[in-house]
Each structure stands twice: as C-alpha cells, then as structure tokens.
C-alpha cells in the first residue's frame, strides 16, 4: 500500500516518513527532520492551509508571496481543466496560442507606459534570467557591445539559477556555487531602519541609496553598464519600501547612463501593494518589469518579462533573433489560469480590498510594536516584515547563537504550532515576514497578531 492510499493518521505520518526518504525540500536543512515530521500541506481553502492531520493554519504568507485569491477556488480549477481539453499544451517557438495572446494584450494594457511586449516564462528566476540576456543582446543589437553589466542591491532575492543568483545580493545564497555569472554589482538598499546615512531624513537617505547607483555606473564605466535590477519594495532583509524620491531619483540616472530599468516585481505585482504593478503604486517607468507568483496566484507556474517597444524595436530588423525560450515558457494552461486569476481579482476588486484594508493590518501589527522584542515593523499593501531585536533602544540584533536557538530552533515552529504558517528569516537580520492571501480581512489580521505575540513574547523569554 503507498502512503498515499492510507487513511486518517496512520496515513499522514507514512506520508511525511515517505517524504522525508524521497523528497529533496528546497531551500531545507534535512537534519532538522531526523526527529520530527515533516509537515504536509494537502488542502486550501480561502485563507487557511490543512495539514495531513487535518489540522488548520493561517496561510500568512499565501504560499510563497503568490497566492492572492485565496486557497481552493473552483474558477481557477474550471479554467485550466477548460483549457487541457481544448489545448493542453503548445510551444511558443515561432507559434502562437489564444491563451497566450489574450494574457499578453491584457498584461500590456495594464504595465506603465510604453512596455507592450510579453516574453512568457515559467518562473521568477527565469523572468529575471531572461531579463538580463535581453538587456545584454538589445545593446549589442544598438551599437553599444560593451554594456553588459547589472546592478542590483545588498540583500535582494532575485532567484537562483546562475545569472539570477549572480543578481541577487546574498551572500550566504551564492557562497557555494561560485564562481556566477561575473558582472554583477551591489549597491545599498533602502533599509532606513538601519541607515548608514541621513538616519534622521528618510528624503537624504532615498535621495543618498539611489545616488550610490550612480556612484557604482561611474565606478564600473557606463559602457559597461545594461541593467539595474531593483524590486518595489525590498522583501529580503524584511520588506524595505522605497523612500519618497527613491525612485524618481533612480529613473534619472538610468536615463542619464543609458541603462536600462528593470522593476523586478515578482512578489510586489498582482496587488501585493494594492495596485497592479509596483511601479504603478510608486509613479515610476520601467524599461522591463519581471513578473510570476501572483499572475496565476500560485495555480499554475508562469513568468514574464513585459519590454518597452524601445527593448522590442531591433528583434524587429531583419534576421534578428533573441535566442532565447523553453519548452514550458506561456504554457497554454498557466496562461488560461492567469486570465481566470485576474477576472477573478477584478470582480471582485482586491486591488482596492488591499488598498482599503492595509492601514488596518499595519496598525494591527503595529500593537506589537510594545513587545521588547520588536524593533521595527515595516512595508506596505499586504507585505509586512517584523524586525526582531535583542535590545530596542540600541537596535542591538541577535548572535548567530542566538538566531540559531531563538528564530530557528524556537520561533518558526511555534508560530507553525500556534496555527500561523509564515516566515521567520535571518539571511540578514531577523524578521518575520507577513504576505497573505489578498482576501484577508480584520479578523485575519487580529488572528495573526494574538498567534505573533504568544510566541514573540515566549521567544523574548528564550533570549
Ligand atoms: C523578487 C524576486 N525575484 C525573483 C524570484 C525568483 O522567483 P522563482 O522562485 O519563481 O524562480 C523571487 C522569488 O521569491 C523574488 O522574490
């Protein structure tokens, strides 16, 4: 009999020893389950996740940052089933499907000026890979051969394969895989929390980070230069939003270098801040903005990269050819799922929900600012990060021991135990993060709150 095929608990725990046999969890320390289960998701619905136990947790982080709708919902199940009988699958490789088609004028309508071009992906990472290939080819094709280089900030995620990884600025992400893709600068990013500089004057701080871009172009040679990669607003580190300017400033000096803007918005589109895309909320203009996550809320695997017409015009001449795709890339059901998804956040109006509700869920958070463990609490629309310190007043962080004892070996199971499934994370200083299902309301909010507090206040006690 597979662990599959058995019932109730006996079922559950065959399952989670099968998993811990045969699955390879990403991102997992697998020692950390030599004792203990690993925990199985089997169900959704609305808010809530249930375990194979049949036990219910807050879906506090809507999977991984994509599940907008809300968990279960039967429009999305009934659009991909409607599309694998019509079409269930067709490349893109010099054809087109409707699916695609429809998605790609839709995502077009809704970007910020001129991008009217969709490149469909399957992920994230791979909308940002692609990003920096089209970026590098666009000014070969435009007589400037040497600009290849990228530009991206301290901290940000900006996925994993090689050149995506190159992007991101963690170094404990990317120690054991060098040497990357070489080319690839960091430069501060927008955590006022802990600013180096201008720490009174958040306008000086934005106006100071967003210069240090100029500062690394004129360093590296703007010839060199292609693309800066920023997201909306920083989730790793604890979602550092953009100070008022930052990205005007920003917008400024690519336009003064000759460098190429890309808003990679694979957490922050699709109404994580209440708007379409980030760079709607924040009024700037990207040349490209990468997308995944949200569009399909997580139903199916789907990225993109949306270029201005400006990036699309030399792919236009003549025998030029971005040579670039893969198999699975604007899959005709992910692209189905994805209409469906956006009907669904129109109709029923979560980009304006988000917008109504988040001073609610920030000064929600905000009660646990009297814990003596929360230093900061940070973000905007439904992304949240709590920073976690020792000491208040002199914004004192964790030891390494201490994180190791505290975050990892208290915190992220308790919130779990308490019923909160969301993200307890030291890659810079802790914090825990907050991004659930755009459906989320007070009680949700309230509910969050009680779980974080019972367990903040027992981890200040570990201390
Ligand atoms: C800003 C950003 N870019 C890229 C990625 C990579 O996306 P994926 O995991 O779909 O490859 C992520 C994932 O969280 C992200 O947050």
Redesign the pocket.
């Known amino acids: 009999m597979t662990a599959t095929a058995q019932p109730g608990p006996a079922g559950a725990a065959a399952l989670s020893a099968s998993a811990r046999d045969h699955l390879w969890l990403h991102f997992a320390r697998h020692s950390a389950f030599e004792d203990t289960d690993i925990p199985v998701i089997e169900r959704g619905e609305g808010a809530y996740i249930y375990d194979t136990n049949g036990k219910r947790y807050l879906d506090g982080l809507a999977g991984?940052?994509a599940v907008q709708v809300g968990h279960g919902r039967e429009e999305l199940a009934q659009a991909a089933a409607e599309q694998t009988r019509k079409l269930a699958y067709f490349p893109l490789w010099s054809h087109a499907h409707p699916s695609a088609v429809h998605l790609a004028e839709r995502l077009a309508a809704g970007a910020p000026g001129d991008l009217n071009r969709v490149f469909f992906t399957v992920?994230?990472?791979?909308?940002?890979e692609t990003a920096w290939k089209l970026a590098k080819q666009y000014f070969k094709l435009t007589g400037k051969p040497t600009k290849h280089k990228v530009i991206s900030r301290s901290m940000a995620?900006?996925?994993?394969s090689q050149g995506?990884l190159s992007i991101t600025g963690i170094p404990g992400a990317k120690a054991d895989f060098e040497p990357l893709v070489p080319s690839a600068i960091k430069v501060p990013n927008t955590n006022f929390y802990r600013a180096p500089e201008h720490a009174d004057d958040l306008v000086a701080f934005g106006r100071w980070a967003a210069d240090q871009i100029e500062q690394a172009i004129l360093m590296e040679g703007a010839d060199t230069v292609a693309a800066v990669f920023l997201?909306p607003l920083q989730?790793t580190g604890g979602c550092f939003p953009p100070p008022p300017g930052y990205w005007q400033r920003v917008r400024e000096i690519c336009d003064a270098h000759d460098v190429l803007l890309v808003s990679?918005e694979?957490?922050c589109a699709f109404g994580r801040l209440g708007h379409d895309f980030g760079a709607n909320r924040y009024g700037y203009q990207p040349d490209m903005i990468?997308v995944?996550?949200g569009l399909t809320s997580g139903y199916a695997p789907l990225?993109a990269v949306l270029a201005s017409d400006r990036l699309m015009e030399p792919f236009l001449q003549g025998p030029n050819i971005f040579m670039h795709g893969s198999t699975y890339g604007g899959h005709p059901v992910s692209c189905a799922v994805a209409m469906a998804n956006l009907d669904l956040m129109e109709g029923e109006g979560l980009y304006q929900h988000v917008q109504d509700n988040e001073s609610a869920f920030r000064s929600t958070l905000d009660k646990l600012r009297d814990l003596p463990i929360v230093g900061d609490v940070r973000g905007a629309g439904y992304f949240y990060g709590i920073e976690l310190v020792k000491d208040k007043a002199t914004k004192q962080t964790f030891t390494a021991e201490e994180s190791e004892r505290v975050l990892r070996g208290y915190l992220s199971s308790a919130l779990f135990d308490n019923g909160l499934y969301c993200r307890a994370d030291d890659r810079a200083e802790p914090v825990v993060q907050l991004s659930p299902p755009l459906i989320c309301d007070q009680s949700h909010f309230d509910e969050m709150e009680q779980i974080l507090r019972v367990s903040l206040e027992k981890s200040w006690q570990l201390l």
Not at 123 to 128: A, F, K, P
Not at 157 to 160: E, K, L, M, P, R
């Open positions: 991984l940052f992920s994230g990472g791979e909308s940002v995620y900006h996925g994993t995506a997201e989730n990679d694979v957490i990468t995944a996550k990225g």
